[in-house]
Nanobody, 117 residues
Framework: QVQLVESGGGLVQAGDSLRLSCAVS????????MGWFRQAPGKEREAVAA????????YYENSVKGRFTISRDNAKNTVYLQMNSLKPEDTAVYYC??????????WGQGTQVTVSS
């Protein structure tokens, strides 16, 4: 079993930055592909970014390319999502996910990101 705990969400203004963290624990946690998804009110959950367990391959949703960066520190069992130049349309609950590609076998509880205009 894998446990995922997100942190770092909050309320910011358009143009600001936030860094989300996902602490991973459990069996063989360093070997999992990891990802970030988001779900805005009334919309389906969508993949935002993902990274292979080795860190040598990443995925980004088109609207976040050039603004968001996913990274991982396997020594700390932590995955990060650096979000720059935030826009009101980035407002959503952000979820960390692990396992598979795009990662979706295990989920965190989510962290709210709100971007005001």
């Amino acid at each position: 079993q894998v446990q995922l705990v997100e942190s770092g969400g909050g309320l910011v203004q358009a143009g600001d930055s936030l860094r989300l963290s996902c602490a991973v624990s459990g069996r063989k946690s360093v070997n999992y592909n990891m990802g970030w998804f988001r779900q805005a009110p009334g919309k389906e959950r969508e993949a935002v970014a993902a990274i292979r367990w080795s860190g040598d391959s990443t995925y980004y949703e088109n609207s976040v390319k050039g603004r968001f960066t996913i990274s991982r520190d396997n020594a700390k069992n932590t995955v990060y999502l650096q979000m720059n130049s935030l826009k009101p349309e980035d407002t959503a609950v952000y979820y960390c996910a692990a396992g598979g590609w795009l990662p979706s076998n295990y989920w965190g509880q989510g962290t709210q990101v709100t971007v005001s205009s």
